[in-house]
């Protein structure tokens, strides 16, 4: 839990206005996260200082026992290959998250926890909301241990200030 | 004026983004001012991705050419960041 240590880097005064790149996920489906995690670990490749906060359902991302079976749902998503209502019967959810990890698995991409892992090697900041895992009824101790420390809207939005923002 | 570095062969092909990158990056940080990374690559992305990081980190990109079944990126290390 480094917040203090945080806001201490960031008064100084030799703070060299580095790019910020700062990510808010507030989904925990697959088509969400990947390209949170791409954004974020090209960024941090690329020089800029990255801070992902994790808010609502973001938050399974972190939850240790969540993280490695996120799902996508072909509900209220219009891209998928099959109507909306067909999404709705049991088993389409499993078997849509199947093909996707199928695809996954045949394009070499990573996956979510290989990119968390990624992520920190390159210094990505994983925030956790508070009110979020009040929310989701989410421990401390039942996170990854990849995350940071918790913080609030405010400090978010403190990190935030004249950095380049998505919201996803 | 440029000291001799050496060249590393970074073999992404099949990976698509961010992975190149992703390996250029990881060569990178291993890597000493004056070297070359040669970053091969299927992902049509790359071309452009690798230049846009060379820009963004300082670098410079040598050479772009497609050799047989992927591109070959060869990177000149001009500035080391973090």
């Not at chain 1, 917040?3 to 790149?21: C, G, I, M, P």
């Not at chain 2, 390996?23 to 070359?36: H, I």
């Amino acid at each position: 839990m480094s917040t203090v240590a945080v806001h201490k880097e960031r008064s100084a005064e030799e703070e060299v206005k580095q790019d910020r790149v700062c990510i808010i996920l507030s989904k925990g489906s697959l088509d969400m996260v990947y390209p949170a995690f791409m954004l974020a670990n090209t960024a941090a490749t690329m020089g800029s200082e990255v801070h992902v906060f994790f808010t609502f359902w973001g938050l399974n991302v972190l939850n240790r026992k969540k993280v490695g079976s996120l799902k996508v749902s072909p509900v209220g998503n219009p891209g998928m290959p099959m109507p909306n209502i067909l999404g709705m019967i049991p088993g389409m959810t499993a078997m849509a998250t199947r093909m996707m990890k199928g695809k996954i698995k045949a394009t070499k991409t990573p996956t979510i926890p290989e990119m968390i892992q990624s992520a920190k090697e390159l210094g990505v900041h994983l925030h956790a909301c508070s009110t979020s895992m009040e929310f989701l009824n989410l421990k401390k101790e039942e996170m990854i241990p990849e995350v940071e420390d918790i913080i609030g809207a405010a400090t978010f939005l403190g990190l935030s200030e004249g950095a380049r923002t998505l919201f996803i | 004026m440029s000291t001799a570095g050496s060249r590393k062969v970074v073999d992404s092909r099949g990976s698509f983004c961010p992975g190149p990158i992703t390996d250029l990056f990881k060569a990178y940080r291993a890597s000493n001012v004056g070297d070359e990374i040669e970053l091969w690559a299927t992902d049509p992305a790359a071309r452009a991705d690798v230049q846009a990081w060379a820009d963004k980190s300082g670098n410079q990109v040598m050479e772009a050419a497609q050799d047989g079944d992927h591109l070959k990126i060869v990177v000149r290390i001009a500035k080391k960041g973090r």
